[in-house]
């Protein structure tokens, strides 16, 4: 291949990288104005936001990288000031809210990944990777094709992200999730790798306590996923202990008002036949009483 023809083949790599990420971002922001409450002054959130994604293209278009791992900093950079600047939150709300939506997409983008290939052999389609085993590299096409997947079904599936957010995500304890989601993005999204591109050799120190960082959160995470398990399934029992006894209480009353009610009537009827001179009735009334009783 000439040098013309491949410099020409890294250009619409680079263009298509860039077109997948710039959908990815506008995933996030549409996510963003969907979820979160916006500020007073701030008017269709959504199309405020794409300005922010102009960045991506300013850094594209003067450095010609849409892959590196700097690519990446600047890339959740940009989506994270999206939602700091237009939208009013608390902290961990806003912070589990962006981190959500990332591992959302992340995983779809994964999934969808490992399909392609078995996609491509089911269409009887060849596919060019010799070069790089997961992404197809050497034909633009393929390329498209392995970015477009993801792409379409993260559309498909963001109505299903805002419901599972809105109806389930929004009441866990987000600090969780937010260091389950921080363990797996450092050590899967190549951030990292940022260090060793502008530090050399020395920079891979920081990709092994990134790295051990992310362990470390992921386990902490889960722990604490176990200690908040038992807490629930402690407070669970104590509610329903504490039901019974409600309840307990509750039918004791109720046989202390009817106790109450009939003796009330008994002590009537005994008055009604005092008051009529009828005391041998009365006597009589009250043996057949304290018998019942």
Avoid at 64 to 91: E, H, N
Avoid at 203 to 223: D, P
Avoid at 261 to 277: K, V
């Amino acid at each position: 291949m000439s040098p013309t023809l491949t410099a020409s083949a890294s250009q619409l790599n680079t263009l298509i990288y860039l077109f997948a990420h710039l959908c990815y971002a506008a995933s996030m922001v549409f996510f963003f104005s969907r979820t979160l409450t916006t500020r007073f002054s701030v008017k269709r959130p959504f199309l405020r936001s794409l300005p922010f994604l102009g960045i991506l293209l300013l850094y594209t278009g003067f450095t010609g990288d849409a892959q590196s791992p700097f690519f990446k900093v600047i890339f959740y950079c940009t989506s994270l000031a999206a939602s700091i600047f237009l939208y009013k939150a608390r902290f961990w709300r806003r912070l589990g809210n962006y981190f959500f939506i990332v591992i959302c997409l992340g995983i779809v983008e994964f999934v969808m990944g490992l399909l392609y290939y078995p996609l491509m052999f089911l269409l009887q389609q060849e596919v060019h990777s010799a070069a790089d085993p997961v992404v197809p590299k050497d034909d633009p096409v393929d390329l498209l094709i392995f970015i477009g997947l993801p792409i379409v079904m993260q559309i498909l599936l963001m109505p299903f992200f805002i419901r599972l957010w809105q109806t389930v995500v929004q009441y866990i304890n987000l600090k969780i999730l937010i260091q389950l989601v921080l363990a797996t993005s450092l050590s899967g999204s190549g951030v990292l790798y940022v260090f060793p591109q502008f530090m050399g050799k020395i920079g891979w120190i920081f990709v092994f306590l990134g790295t051990l960082l992310s362990i470390l959160l992921f386990f902490r995470g889960i722990h604490q996923i176990r200690m908040s398990f038992h807490l629930h399934q402690k407070e669970k029992e104590m509610f329903y202990k504490n039901l019974d006894n409600y309840k307990a209480v509750k039918e004791r009353n109720l046989h202390l008002r009817r106790q109450s009610h009939d003796i009330a009537g008994h002590l009537q009827t005994i008055s009604y036949l005092l008051t009529e001179g009828k005391t041998v009735e009365a006597q009589k009334y009250i043996r057949e009483l304290l018998k019942i009783l």
